[in-house]
Structures are given as structure tokens and as C-alpha cells.
């Protein structure tokens, strides 16, 4: 604490202004959200109309920020649930107000030396004007140090702060021991005017490395409240319909979807998805923008369809819209499961039907089904037991790893190696909780899954590769 004391005064004096609010003159006057001696207003002013219920966090931001040439604090820890806005709001608060950042995506960086690399690379273009610049190897953190110190020792950044934005910082947890570390120590470690920022979704207590580090500051994004969300979804209408018709839909529109839904990415793409329904008696001339009720009438049905498809994406955009013209069953399309749209690899189809076939055919049946010269069989083993209850009714059971391989290379037509590719491709449908792994605990006796498709589901999946899964199943003899 003491080596950043004369930062407090800083924040609580010099920029005190950015944490006052909207502030009624007795002219009625409004004064700005944000007032910055370091920004012009102008900037400020259009930073107030882009981020929209989040005036609290961007003025905090601000008053640890300072001017740009002030140090700035080593490291921000900013978190919250998905969709709070941390993203949108740090990378619109550095462009708006034009400070030079590099901003990495650990999913998307997911090792080191790509993490290392790439921030190193967008500090080149961000300190050169060329274009075509030599790629940087990197395969240490002590590399990293050295050349980030080479590009931000360079005349057009020395005598500003230089923000480091790490999204997903969670992913760090995976990497070496001196990664998350070390960001934290960045400004430590070049002697440079750098601000490390993590962006995450869990807290910061679950991120801590065990080694000493330096403790950043930290900033949280609450979720967004149900007026916060009518706020801001009611800025997107059409520029053909007015404000409060929008508005009116928006409020319909949360009124169902609140209680099961608080992501605004999705709430904004239900709200762009059904508002042409909504506004379907008002082109045809049946009703106003202002009754209300009968517009409720007209989109209620379609609402509660909507219902069944939140966060899952299981058909397209163009799709639902055909449903609604079709007038189809709920959650069906083309006679299908709308489950049954979900888009999976060649070799994840035939990995699915194997988990499908081990989950409710017995073990000892995988000779009958599978071994093509099995021999004879007598009747009295093969014939089904009619006094105990189906398989299916039962549900699913748990298989190992090997046998879901055997009946997968049994089923598929061709040759196929126990590539990686094929052990991410079962690890992608347990993502998707088309599999569940079960028993994972012994790691002698191996992995163990279960299979969650319904018999409409994989019978769908199997027409798609022409495969007739009823004649392998047992319950079906």
C-alpha cells in the first residue's frame, strides 16, 4: 500500500468529478455523467451516450486511470457474471478516449507462448506504422519482458500509460506458475508505465496464485437489473417505429423472458428475433401502436416457443421465422425435434450413436450386434424376456470408455485411427451435455459416460448418415 499512496489523492481529488452522477442545476440543466480534466468533453459526452447503465464502473475506471501520462494502478481485477458488460465497457471506454491498450482473449489464447506472442505482436503494430512487420517468437516470460520493454521504450508510447486487457483471465489458471504472476508485476518488472487488466467471471479469491503476488485492484460488474435492460434494449428500435412502441415490446418482452433469462446478448437477439410478429397486426391494419393488448395477444404463443430455445441456438434465425409462418408445433420443425437441428461433425454423429447403442443395449449383446462371424447363437439366449422392463424405460446406463471406441469402429464405414481428433470430439459432445461423464474418479478403470439424447433425437441424427440405429437396438428385437 504505501508504494502507491500518492495514488489515492489522485483518485479522490484531482478527477473526483468522474464519480458524480447526472447533477440538476436549479436551471434544470444536466450536467455530464463523466468530467475529466485529462479527456476532452467531447469525448466524455460520447462515452456517456455508449455505455448506458454502467456510469458508476467507467467513472471508477476514470479516476484510476488519470491523465495520460500519470502511472496508473499495476493491476485491475474487474469480474461478474456473463454479460455484465466488462468487455464492452473497457474496450469502448480505450477506444473512445483513444489510449493505447492490447486486448487478448485467453480462450482464444489458450497457451502461453500464444498469449506472450500475441500481445507482443499487437504492441508492434500499436508502436510501428508499418504494416508487414517480422513475427516475434517468444518462449519465456523473461522474453516477453525484455521485447515489451524494446516496444513501449519507443517515442510514441514512453509518456503514456500502456493498458494490457486480458479477457477470460480464468484461462491463466492453466498455464505456468509465473504467468498470472508475472501480468500482475508487469509494471515491477519492465519499470514502465503499464496497467495490467483482467476480465473474469469468477472471483478473485478463485484466482489468486499460491505464490506471492501483488494484489490488484478490484472492480465489480453487478447484472444488469430488469430496468437497466428495458433501458438499454428500448435504444435499439427500428428507426421506422417510434421509441415508445419499441419500448412497449421491450417491456412485453422481459415480462417473459426475465425470470429465465438475465443475458442481454441473448435478450437482445429474442428482441430483434420476434419483433416482426409483434408488429404484424399493425402493418396489416388491425390494431395501433398503442393497443397494447391486442398486440400481447397476437405474440403470446410465439413468446412461449421462444421459451423452449433460450441460450441453446438449435435452429436459425431464418428457421424460426419459417415456423412461425408455418404455423408448426411447438419445438418441432418438419415433423423433427427442433433438438434434432443441432449441427455436429461427421465422426461426432457415428460417436453419438455409439454412446446411444452402449447406454441401452446390454454388454452382452455387443457380440450379436457387432461381431460380424459371431457364430451361432442359441434362440433361448437371444429370444427377449418380456417379464422385465424395457431399457429404454429404465434409462440410460453407464459404458467405459473402450467399449463406446469398439462400437463406434464397428458402426462407421471406414477406417478411422484413435486420433486426438477423435478423443476431442467426445470431450465437445459432453460440452454440449449431449454425453455426461460419469465415474471419472478411478483413473485405472478409465473414463465412464452416459448417453442424454432421447430416442427422436438420435434417430433424426442417424438419418443424416443413413444409418438405421432400430435394427441395433435391443429393445427393438
Not at 94 to 115: D, G, Q
Not at 393 to 406: H, I
Request: proline share 5%; net charge neutral; charged share 20%.
Amino acid at each position: 500500500m504505501c508504494a502507491h499512496a500518492p495514488l489515492w489523492p489522485r483518485l479522490l481529488g484531482a478527477s473526483g468529478g468522474a464519480r458524480r452522477k447526472h447533477l440538476a442545476t436549479p436551471t434544470g440543466i444536466k450536467m455530464p455523467a463523466f468530467k475529466h480534466r485529462g479527456y476532452p468533453e467531447e469525448a466524455l459526452l460520447r462515452l456517456e451516450g455508449l455505455v448506458p447503465c454502467r456510469e458508476s464502473q467507467v467513472s471508477t475506471l476514470l479516476s484510476v486511470f488519470g491523465e495520460r501520462q500519470h502511472f496508473s494502478f499495476p493491476a485491475l481485477f474487474i469480474y461478474g457474471h456473463t454479460s455484465s458488460g466488462k468487455t464492452y465497457v473497457m474496450q469502448t471506454l480505450l477506444k473512445t478516449l483513444e489510449l493505447p491498450y492490447v486486448f487478448v482473449n485467453c480462450n482464444e489464447c489458450y497457451a502461453s507462448r500464444l498469449l506472450l506472442e500475441e500481445l507482443l505482436r499487437q504492441l508492434q503494430r500499436l508502436s510501428s506504422e508499418e504494416e508487414d512487420l517480422a513475427p516475434v517468437s517468444c518462449d519465456s516470460f523473461n522474453d516477453f519482458i525484455r521485447f515489451f520493454k524494446q516496444r513501449t521504450m519507443m517515442l510514441d508510447l514512453q509518456n503514456q500509460t500502456v493498458y494490457v486487457v486480458l479477457d477470460n483471465a480464468e484461462r491463466l489458471r492453466e498455464m505456468e506458475a509465473n504467468i498470472l504472476p508475472g501480468f500482475l508485476r508487469l509494471q515491477e518488472l519492465t519499470d514502465q508505465n503499464v496497467t495490467v487488466i483482467l476480465l473474469s467471471e469468477i472471483v478473485w479469491e478463485l484466482l489468486r496464485p499460491d505464490m506471492g503476488c501483488l494484489e490488484p485492484m478490484p472492480l465489480y460488474f453487478p447484472d444488469y437489473s430488469i430496468g437497466h435492460l428495458q433501458k438499454i434494449l428500448s435504444h435499439d428500435h427500428p428507426p421506422e417505429y417510434s421509441f415508445d412502441f419499441y419500448a412497449a415490446y421491450i417491456n412485453i418482452l422481459l415480462g417473459v423472458f426475465y425470470p429465465v433469462c438475465r443475458d442481454l446478448k441473448e435478450l437482445r437477439h429474442l428482441a430483434v428475433l420476434n419483433f416482426s410478429k409483434y408488429c404484424e397486426p399493425v402493418i396489416q391494419g388491425e390494431a395501433k401502436e398503442r393497443d397494447t393488448r391486442r398486440l400481447w395477444k397476437n405474440i403470446e404463443s410465439h413468446l412461449k416457443k421462444a421459451m423452449q430455445t433460450v441460450y441453446l441456438r438449435e435452429i436459425s434465425s431464418s428457421q424460426w421465422e419459417q415456423l412461425q409462418e408455418d404455423n408448426g408445433e411447438s419445438g418441432q420443425l418438419k415433423g423433427l425435434s427442433a433438438h434434432a437441428h443441432v449441427e455436429l461433425p461427421y465422426y461426432s454423429k457415428f460417436l453419438l450413436i455409439a454412446a446411444y447403442l452402449a447406454s441401452y443395449n446390454p454388454a452382452r449383446t455387443d457380440k450379436r450386434f457387432f461381431l460380424k462371424h459371431h457364430g451361432t447363437t442359441r434362440k433361448k439366449n437371444i429370444q427377449k424376456k418380456h417379464d422385465k422392463t424395457s431399457n429404454h424405460l429404465l434409462g440410460p446406463k453407464a459404458f467405459p470408455l473402450d467399449r463406446l471406441l469398439a462400437i463406434f469402429h464397428s458402426i462407421i464405414d471406414s477406417r478411422v485411427a484413435p486420433t486426438a481428433n477423435i478423443f476431442s470430439q467426445i470431450s465437445s459432445l459432453v460440452t454440449l451435455q449431449l454425453l455426461t461423464l460419469v465415474g471419472h474418479d478411478d483413473p485405472l478403470n478409465g473414463p465412464r459416460y452416459k448417453c442424454n439424447v432421447s430416442l427422436d433425437f438420435i434417430r433424426a441424427v442417424s438419418r443424416m448418415v443413413n444409418f438405421d440405429i432400430v435394427r441395433y437396438l435391443y429393445d427393438f428385437l
